[in-house]
């Protein structure tokens, strides 16, 4: 049996450093230029070379997403860009371009390429042609079920290796290759730009009437049409671990620190645990669905892994996330004193009970004992984003460790 690596996505060097202290196999980032989110931090090339240092040192690979659909102009920058990143050594190129990957192969062959989603990977014989041009891994088109991915695996090559999307974000458009926001926005999705038009809410509108919006869906909210829930496999482990699947995939490069490491840390366990035992990762099913439902979400769907979806896969009435906790910060060094750095990102107070989250799975609550800025300064809470604090909580930490802060949720 092939046991899979966890890949996690990374939106920026802090991020990319918690995805490995909590659980990655392997870290996919963006660079600034070619890949499918425009919109996210993304990294230079001086992040992204001691990104791939700190990820090495740990036994961690990183690839680099190069995955728009290129247009001439694009073609002499994405050899320069190629030409650049063999000299920081990342452990893959994820591409959906032919011409793109044909640049590749040509100025980097020492690195490997993996075959994006976004080339519309559904059966075996796609999965042999890309083999045949060089690629080393294809990523199955999120259209496919399981036992199509069975089949796959069982007409391939032993070396070839798939790549499988097992949670987040699901998109509308057949393999992400979406038009709705060029067309709507202008804003090409398939070259990174995308404004994610699936999420805004529709109306229909009469040819000879001409004004009056009526809903799509009979709700006096109106209708989000094509406002699909969030991808979650946790309670499928088994059948993942059995489908022939080198690497399973998360979803979300523009997400947070505490999404990224929740997220890797639950799967990282459920995997490990199933490893052991399966009657152990059956007993903790609800832990992990716990764990799973701590960070933002849609509500969830196991997409097209066990056939078509219905319209249960798909929400009406609203386009907001579920957000059951409050990213605060994270831990750095120590000063010596019994207080420890943190980078903060909203804010919180002494005296309030907080929870600290660790890679190994704890999460230990804890209060607020004080806080103080970089000059010494003690302060009562700490209501500026991205400020270097230095706090007391009564206990040792570590870096790398979440602090965050539970909310109450309305029910659904």
Known sequence: MRVPELLVPASSLEVLKVAVIFGADAVYIGGEAFGLRAKAKNFSMEEMREGIVFAHERGVKV????????????????????????????????????????????????????????????NYGTFLFWYQQGAKRVVSARELSLEEIRQ??????????IE??????????????????SFLAGRD???????????????????????????VYENERGTYIFNSRDLCMIDHIPDLMTAGIDSLKIEGRMKTALYVATVARTYRKAIDDWQKDPAFYEKNLPWYRDQISNCTYRQFTTGFFYGKPTEEAQIYDSNTYIKEYTYLGIVGQPDGTGAWQISQRNKFSV????????????????????????????????????????????????????????????EL
């Not at 994405?78 to 030409?83: A, E, H, L, P």
């Not at 499988?164 to 926001?181: D, E, P, W």
């Not at 704890?362 to 607020?368: A, L, Q, R, S, T």
Request: glycine share 6%; with cysteine.
């Open 63 to 122: 690839y680099v997403t190069a995955n728009i659909l290129a247009h001439n102009q694009d073609l002499e920058e994405v050899r320069t860009y190629f030409q650049e990143l063999k000299k920081i050594g990342p452990d893959a190129l994820i591409i959906s371009d032919p011409g793109v990957f044909m640049i590749a192969r040509e100025v980097c062959p020492e690195i490997e390429i993996h075959v994006s989603t976004q080339a519309n990977n559904t």
């Open 152 to 161: 796959i695996r069982s007409r391939i090559p032993e070396d070839l290796e």
């Open 164 to 181: 499988t999307f097992v949670h987040g974000a699901m998109c509308i458009s057949y393999s992400g290759r979406c038009l709705l926001s």
């Open 189 to 215: 999705a398939n070259r990174g730009a995308c404004t994610h038009p699936c999420r805004w809410k529709y109306a229909l509108v009469e040819e000879s009437r001409p004004g009056q919006y009526m809903p």
């Open 351 to 410: 005296g309030e009970t907080i929870e600290v989250m660790k890679p190994n799975g704890e999460n230990i609550e804890v209060k607020v004992k004080s806080i103080r800025d970089e000059e010494g300064n003690f302060m009562e809470s700490a209501p500026h984003p991205k400020q270097i604090l230095y706090i007391d909580l009564g206990m040792e930490l570590e870096p790398f460790d979440i602090l965050r802060r539970k909310e109450a949720v309305p």
